[in-house]
C-alpha cells in the first residue's frame, strides 16, 4: 500500500512509499481505509527536518496526524463497518505520569507521549491504517470530506474548555472575544466563539485571500492592523499566531477578569524591547489570566466532533483551500500564498 514517510531529521527526505507493509494488528483493533489527511505547519518542520522521531524499529515516519478514514473492520464492535472516524494523535506516556493515567494525556507531565505521524509512532499517511477503539473518534456522517478538520478543532475545543474552566473562578459574563491570525486554528477557534453566541473580531495580518469572508460569514467582525491598533479590549483572546509582538499585544488587551489563550508556538530566538513591569501591573490589576495550551484529550475530540457536526459544512468546506489527489502528492505540500487548509485525498 502507499504511504507518504520521512526520515525524521534529515531535510527534504518526503517520498512517496509504494510498497509500505499494511498496519499490524497490534497497532490496534480497528481497520481503517484513509479518505484524506490535513497538511500543517507541524508536518512542514517535520519535512525540514527540525522536528519528528520514527517509530520504533524504524528509521522513517510515516506523516500525516490529521486523518479521516473509514472503518473497514472492527472485530470489538465498539465501531461497524463504513463508520466515519479520525484517529486521536497522542498517545498517553507508558510511566504512565499523573495526567496520562487518567486519560489527560494532553497535559502530560514527562513528554514522554508519542503522537501519530509526529513523534514515534506511524502516522495517517497512508492507505490503510489501525487504531485502537478508544483512540478513535465518530464523525458525523455528513463530514465524509470534512472531518479531517476534526484534529485542528479538537485543539481549539480544548482551548475553550480551558476558558471556559478558568472563567469559572468568579462570576463572569464575557462577552467580546478577540482570535489573532486567521490561520485554521484562528478560523476554527472564531468558529466556536460564535457557536457560543460571542461578538467575534478576528485579526490577520493580510486579508488575502477568503479569509476575510470566512470571518465575516460567522456574523463576525476581520481587521488587519495590530492588536494595539484595534483600541480596546476584549473578555477573551485567542492568539492564534505565535508571533512575539502579537502575544504580546493580546497579553495587553484583556479586559477586567479578561483571559488570553496563547495557541502558537513560537520559533524563539528573537528578542523584543517590553515594559514587563507595566505588563505585570496590568495583569494584577484586572485579575487577568494568560495561559498556554497545547492537543487536546478524547472528551475534547468529542467536543469538537459535536461542534463540526453543528457548524455549516458550506463554510467548512471554504477553509479547505486545495484538495490534492495522492497521484499529485507533492503539490499538497509545497505551500501556495492563499492556502488556508491543504488536504491529501487517498479516496477519490
Ligand atoms: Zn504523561
Avoid at 66 to 88: F, K, Q, W
Avoid at 259 to 285: E, H, K, P, W, Y
Wanted: aromatic share 6%; hydrophobic share 40%; net charge negative.
Amino acid at each position: 500500500m502507499r504511504a507518504i514517510t520521512v526520515t525524521p531529521g534529515k531535510p527534504n527526505s518526503l517520498r512517496l512509499v509504494e510498497d509500505f507493509p499494511e498496519p499490524d494488528a497490534d497497532e490496534g483493533a480497528v481497520l481503517v481505509e484513509a479518505i484524506a489527511v490535513g497538511v500543517c505547519g507541524t508536518d512542514h518542520e517535520i519535512i525540514n527536518g527540525e522536528y519528528g522521531e520514527a517509530a520504533p524499529g524504524s528509521t522513517d515516519l510515516v506523516l500525516g496526524h490529521e486523518s479521516l478514514g473509514r472503518v473497514v473492520d472492527d472485530p470489538t464492535g465498539a465501531l461497524s463497518p463504513g463508520d466515519l472516524v479520525a484517529g486521536i494523535v497522542r498517545y498517553p506516556d507508558p510511566v504512565p505520569c499523573t495526567n496520562c493515567a487518567v486519560g489527560e494525556w494532553d497535559m502530560c507531565r514527562n513528554g514522554q507521549y508519542t503522537e501519530h505521524g509526529i513523534k514515534g509512532l506511524q502516522g495517517f499517511a497512508r492507505d490503510r491504517w489501525r487504531i485502537p477503539p478508544k483512540f478513535a473518534v465518530r464523525l458525523d456522517p455528513k463530514l465524509a470530506e470534512l472531518g479531517m478538520l476534526l484534529e485542528p478543532t479538537s485543539v481549539v475545543a480544548k482551548a475553550w474548555e480551558h476558558i471556559e474552566r478558568i472563567g469559572g473562578r468568579a462570576n463572569w459574563e464575557p462577552k467580546t472575544v478577540l482570535v489573532a491570525g486567521a490561520g485554521p486554528i484562528g478560523l476554527l477557534a472564531a468558529l466556536l466563539a460564535a457557536q457560543r453566541g460571542f461578538e467575534v473580531h478576528v485579526l490577520n495580518r493580510s486579508a488575502n485571500g477568503e479569509k476575510p469572508a470566512l470571518v465575516e460569514a460567522l456574523g463576525a467582525r476581520f481587521h488587519t492592523g495590530t492588536v494595539h491598533e484595534l483600541g480596546r479590549e476584549f473578555d477573551i483572546v485567542l492568539e492564534c499566531t505565535g508571533a512575539p509582538p502579537v502575544v504580546l499585544d493580546s497579553m495587553c488587551q484583556a479586559a477586567p477578569n479578561g483571559i488570553v489563550c496563547l495557541t502558537g508556538v513560537s520559533s524563539g530566538g528573537r528578542t523584543i524591547d517590553f515594559d514587563a513591569g507595566a505588563l505585570n501591573r496590568a495583569l494584577v490589576l484586572e485579575n487577568n489570566v494568560v495561559f498556554g495550551t497545547v492537543n487536546a484529550n478524547r472528551r475534547h475530540w468529542e467536543l469538537a466532533a459535536e461542534a463540526l457536526a453543528a457548524a455549516d459544512p458550506d463554510w467548512l468546506s471554504r477553509m479547505i483551500t486545495r484538495r490534492v489527489p495522492i497521484d499529485e502528492w507533492s503539490k499538497a505540500y509545497s505551500p501556495e500564498p492563499d492556502d488556508i487548509k491543504v488536504v491529501l485525498e487517498f479516496e477519490r
